[in-house]
């Protein structure tokens, strides 16, 4: 299988170094002085991680990208929110759901 995992880069200033990081296997991490030497790093270690699971016979984590996703999720909020988010709709004349759907969008950019 091909490593489909979700990594990042980001800097550590407790550590002063560059961590590596996967979402699908939280509990590994690799530091390293470049973004690239911490990429590689974590990548070499999840593949290492891969190889010892299927050896034991584990479960995988499924990737991220791989997931097949329904496109609703609940949300709660507090009744004064959900008041004002229904108002805004109306006067948009948008459903809530279009509305919240592309705040959301527009945020996560």
């Known amino acids: 299988m091909s490593d489909h995992y ?6 550590s200033a407790e550590d002063e170094e560059h961590v590596g990081l996967c979402a699908e296997f939280p509990s590994l ?5 470049t973004p690239e030497e911490a990429l590689a790093g974590v990548r070499r270690l999840v593949a290492e ?9 584990e479960d995988l984590p499924v990737p991220y990208a791989d997931r097949a996703y329904s496109g609703k999720f609940m949300v709660r909020v507090p009744p ?29 950019l």
Request: proline share 0%.
């Open 6 to 11: 979700t990594y990042r880069v980001t800097w």
């Open 29 to 33: 991490s690799w530091l390293a002085s």
């Open 49 to 57: 991680s891969v190889e010892d699971m299927r050896a034991n016979g």
């Open 80 to 108: 004064e929110t959900h008041r004002a988010l229904a108002i805004r709709a109306a006067e948009e004349g948008v459903s809530m759901n279009r509305l919240v759907g592309a705040r959301l969008v527009a945020r996560s």
